[in-house]
């Protein structure tokens, strides 16, 4: 089955009216520079000198979330979340949503201009201080 994917404003929706929370997947400093508020940071890729990897602890982070929490999955243009979400509904996440355009914006793949505005463009609530337990440290210590 293909996970939802929906805009920021209904993903914004989502969260304010059905009680979802977002889960940017973006690295730790991609949301240390600005995030949708109230956002959790679990990070599908870590920055490296070589560029973006694989983060081998994203499934057992992910874990601290029980299966049928309802998670809005969010990155930086809809990539990264659109792979995260299929990975989280492939071991039994039972409410995943995709954000379709992450945070800055999705391109449109023939031109590489933004075709829809993401999460910050389209004005809704960025923070750039995260609650100190929706860290990726935090989570990743247990004390979600």
Known sequence: MAVKRVS???ARDLIDKQGYVYVDVR???EFAAGHPQGAYNV?????GPGGMSPNPDFMTVMATFPK???????CKAGGRSARAAAMLE?????NVIDQRAGFEGAPDPATGRIAE???RPAG?????????????EALRA???
């Open 68 to 74: 049928d929490a309802k998670l809005v999955v969010g």
């Open 90 to 94: 492939a071991a039994g996440y039972t």
């Open 117 to 119: 505005p993401g999460w």
């Open 27 to 29: 690295s730790v400093p």
């Open 124 to 136: 809704l609530p960025v923070a750039t201080s995260p609650l100190p337990d929706r860290t990726y």
């Open 8 to 10: 920021p404003a209904e």
């Open 142 to 144: 247990g004390r979600k």
């Open 43 to 47: 990070p599908l890729m870590n920055m």
